[in-house]
T-cell receptor, first 114, second 113 residues
Framework: GAGVSQSPSNKVTEKGKDVELRCDPISGHTALYWYRQSLGQGLEFLIYFQGNSAPDKSGLPSDRFSAERTGGSVSTLTIQRTQQEDSAVYLC????????????FGPGTRLTVL | GENVEQHPSTLSVQEGDSAVIKCTYSDSASNYFPWYKQELGKRPQLIIDIRSNVGEKKDQRIAVTLNKTAKHFSLHITETQPEDSAVYFCAASIDQGAQKLVFGQGTRLTINP
């Protein structure tokens, strides 16, 4: 079946602009994660959604970052007033959730803030 | 909550030799331990995982061992090849309910020809 998809694959924006990144998880997966990966670095956890529970937002680096998940499926990560340090690859992943934590990653969105 | 430590951060081995990457975890309730491989410019891919009801699992040249008492687990790659060069991430979680998978910091493995 289809894997996790993300769009856009690349996004170039100017400092101060808002951006929206989209994630479509694997159908039926109730858990969805967002990670940030700067060049050559590890996986920085941002936010975790599990079903209808309140999301775990403990990794969001500032109040410029927010995410929502509509209908328990598609998720959008929004970065307001982008800064150059926001430049990174943003990875989305999903897992079955209550049925298990085996996680599958999307291809990522490479964000460049000029 | 769970905390996962991974060592070493970088590892360089000669082609054909073995490579070992080690992780420790803090939550004794964790029972699921996957390993992900991330090649340059690509997404992390699951390569092997183990549950706490077994102490070792093998898949061709890769194996994972688990020591529940010491709360550590390791990835072993034998007969390394250039295509094994990548960043490897370990992770740990409780594999039931609404639990969050927690990752280690990653190990950059380089296979020298």
């Amino acid at each position: 079946g289809a894997g996790v998809s993300q769009s856009p694959s690349n996004k170039v924006t100017e400092k101060g602009k808002d951006v929206e990144l989209r994630c479509d998880p694997i159908s039926g997966h109730t858990a969805l994660y967002w990670y940030r990966q700067s060049l050559g670095q590890g996986l920085e956890f941002l936010i975790y959604f599990q079903g209808n529970s309140a999301p775990d937002k403990s990794g969001l680096p500032s109040d410029r970052f927010s995410a929502e998940r509509t209908g328990g499926s598609v998720s959008t990560l929004t970065i307001q007033r982008t800064q150059q340090e926001d430049s990174a690859v943003y990875l989305c992943a999903s897992s079955p959730g209550l049925a298990g934590v085996r996680m599958y990653f999307g291809p990522g969105t490479r964000l460049t803030v000029l | 909550g769970e905390n996962v430590e991974q060592h070493p951060s970088t590892l360089s081995v000669q082609e054909g030799d073995s490579a070992v990457i080690k992780c420790t975890y803090s939550d004794s309730a964790s029972n699921y331990f996957p390993w992900y491989k991330q090649e340059l410019g690509k997404r992390p891919q699951l390569i092997i995982d183990i549950r706490s009801n077994v102490g070792e699992k093998k898949d061709q040249r890769i194996a994972v061992t688990l020591n529940k008492t010491a709360k550590h687990f390791s990835l072993h790659i034998t007969e390394t090849q250039p295509e094994d060069s990548a960043v490897y991430f370990c992770a740990a979680s409780i594999d039931q309910g609404a639990q969050k998978l927690v990752f280690g910091q990653g190990t950059r493995l380089t296979i020298n020809p």
